[in-house]
């Protein structure tokens, strides 16, 4: 099974001071995966996504307002999401992973990929920058897949223990991505009700799966197997993309789930076993996860779930 990690030297650059979505997260995965040789990874250098593969997403108006402040050396977009001189470049790095994962995946053969980039993407909507997030890397993704390569049925798996709002804002209305996200609530950014399941032709096509303060393992295991698996299994999708947040561990400082790294290799391992009985390649998009150590090590068990 190819498997690749793309990465890219600019994620160090967007600079985001005393703040917990920080440059050290990336040092911390990369440094656990040399210690294990990188799991056999392949390393791949992210290109840059281009304004075509943005503006699938993203109002034109949207990615000149970050690339501005981002020249004009930074500032905040709100209180929680920072903008700093390098962070425009490490944006379009970050989106480009994602569209360079299904590349690989759709075209080159491969079956699995890690994008080990940021910043995140999830909480970005299509006309706003808000909860860490600049650009929507994995909505990116799935446009990219059904824009290039002819894609009819995606499926976004979303983890990360915040509800991935600016995804489900993008999808909400549409008839060829599922997205399904497992998140603690009442938590940021408040949205994520369960009754929340698509407009018109996406009606049915959103599925979320609120879980209280608390939720481990066996919640968000079975959470993810039922109903969000079980929903795949007869959507058929031809590709899988996961927003791989890692807050939810028990450590994290920013939520109050207790999931550690046995229980993220389980739902990894649900993922796969789903994505091989479908035929459909997974590419992986780093979200959130600010203690260090168990950002490192929970990434590691996702790798390892797939690749082992």
Known sequence: MGALYIRHPSSLRHETGAHPERPARIEAIEAALAGRDWLGLELVEAPAASREQLERVHPPEHVDAIAELSARGGGMVDPDTAVSPGSYEAALHAAGAGVHAVDRLLDGGERFAFCGVRPPGHHAERARAMGFCLFNNVAVAAAHAIDAHGAERVLIVDWDVHHGNGTEEVFYERSDVLYASLHQSPLYPGTGAAADSGRGPGEGLTI??????????????????????????????????LSAGYDAHRDDPLADCQVDEAGFAEMARLVRRQAESLGAPVAVCLEGGYDLDALASSVLATIEAFVA
């Open 208 to 241: 979320n799966v609120p879980l209280p303060a608390g939720s481990g393992n066996d919640e968000f295991v079975a959470a993810l197997a039922e109903p969000v698996l079980a929903r795949a299994r007869d959507w058929q999708p031809q590709l899988i993309l």
